[in-house]
Nanobody
Framework: QVQLVESGGGLVQAGGSLRLSCTSS????????MGWFRQAPGKEREFVAA????????IYADSMKGRFTISRANARNTVYLQMNSLKPEDTAVYYC??????WGLGSSQKNEYGYWGQGTQVTVSS
């Protein structure tokens, strides 16, 4: 089992920045590829970014490229999502997730992830 706890959400004005953190505990979290997803009210949960277990590979949803950066610090069992140039449409609950299987490269598919955090609210005002 892997337990995930997100932090860093909040209220920010359009054009501002936030950094989300996801701290893992349990069964060797550093072995798992990690992803960030988000869900706005009335919408499906969507992919934001993912990073391989080693941190050498990162992928992003098209609308986040150039604005968001995912990174990880395995020694601290923590994954980060740096979000810049935030827009009102980025308002959502952001979820951290760990892949079901170890040693992964990161995926945009929700069904590849077996562990989820409780989420952290990000609100961007116009």
């Amino acid at each position: 089992q892997v337990q995930l706890v997100e932090s860093g959400g909040g209220l920010v004005q359009a054009g501002g920045s936030l950094r989300l953190s996801c701290t893992s505990s349990g069964r060797t979290p550093s072995r798992y590829a990690m992803g960030w997803f988000r869900q706005a009210p009335g919408k499906e949960r969507e992919f934001v970014a993912a990073i391989s277990w080693s941190g050498s590979r990162a992928i992003y949803a098209d609308s986040m490229k150039g604005r968001f950066t995912i990174s990880r610090a395995n020694a601290r069992n923590t994954v980060y999502l740096q979000m810049n140039s935030l827009k009102p449409e980025d308002t959502a609950v952001y979820y951290c997730a760990a892949e079901k299987d170890s040693w992964g490269l990161g995926s945009s598919q929700k069904n590849e992830y077996g562990y989820w955090g409780q989420g952290t609210q990000v609100t961007v005002s116009s």
